[in-house]
Structures are given as C-alpha cells and as structure tokens.
C-alpha cells in the first residue's frame, strides 16, 4: 500500500476529456486525516485522506463530495455528504478524496477511473 506524508501534491484525474490536474492537499498523519476539512469554509482543489475507508461530516460548513480510492487508486464509489452525517465503510477503500461538492463530476471523477497523485517534494 502507498505511504504519504503530510504535505501538497497534485491529483491527476483520468476520466474526461483528457487528465485534469487538480490542487491537493496529503493528510497521512492521525492528526491530519482527523481534522480533514473541519471548520473549513472552501476547499482548493482536494484532500487526500490516507489511510482511510470512511469519513463523517460531523462539525463540517459545508456540503462535500468524497470519493473512495482502492490501494490502485481506482475510484469505488463517489458520494456527496451533506454537514452531520456519518459515512458507511468501503471494503475496498485504503484512500478517500474530499472536496467541495458538485466539483468531482466536473473533473471526470467517477466509479472505475484511476487517478494519480504526484507529491510536491522540497
């Protein structure tokens, strides 16, 4: 399985058009994967929860989109997530993807594409 660290990257989409490349933010650390998105109002791009099977939107501002990723980086499911809500464990899934709602279907994401993500290092 992948091991990321903390930090920024970007995640390349491969389901549309053509790859589209989409800010994102690496939260591997407990601390980081258990803040997630909470308290935040917007979000740039998206987060990359990792490990992770499962999310909640408990304390959230916003609605959120949140896409569960196989160890190959293959979409599972796509499900958006309204403020309060517990999400259901994906069997598969050793990654989740959050974003702002409604963004992940204008970037091709969706059950069965693959994604990359390339690290920002230095």
């Known amino acids: 399985m ?3 660290s903390d930090g920024r990257g970007t ?3 491969h389901g549309g058009q053509g790859p589209v490349s989409v800010p994102l933010e690496i939260a591997a650390s407990y601390r980081a994967r258990t803040k ?4 935040r109002d917007s979000v740039d791009g998206a987060i990359l929860l990792s490990p992770a099977n499962s999310v909640h939107t408990f304390r959230m501002r916003i609605p959120i989109d949140v896409a569960y990723l196989d160890r190959d980086l293959e979409v599972v499911a796509v499900r958006t997530m309204t ?7 994906r069997v598969r899934a050793r990654h989740v993807l959050e974003a702002e709602a409604g963004v992940m279907k204008a970037w091709g994401l969706r059950a069965g594409v693959r994604v990359e993500v390339e690290v920002v290092t230095g």
Do not use: A, E, Q
Request: proline fraction near 12%; aromatic fraction near 6%.
């Open 2 to 4: 992948r091991r990321w």
């Open 11 to 13: 995640l390349v989409v």
């Open 83 to 89: 403020p309060g809500r517990l999400g259901m464990p």
């Open 36 to 39: 997630g998105l909470l308290g």
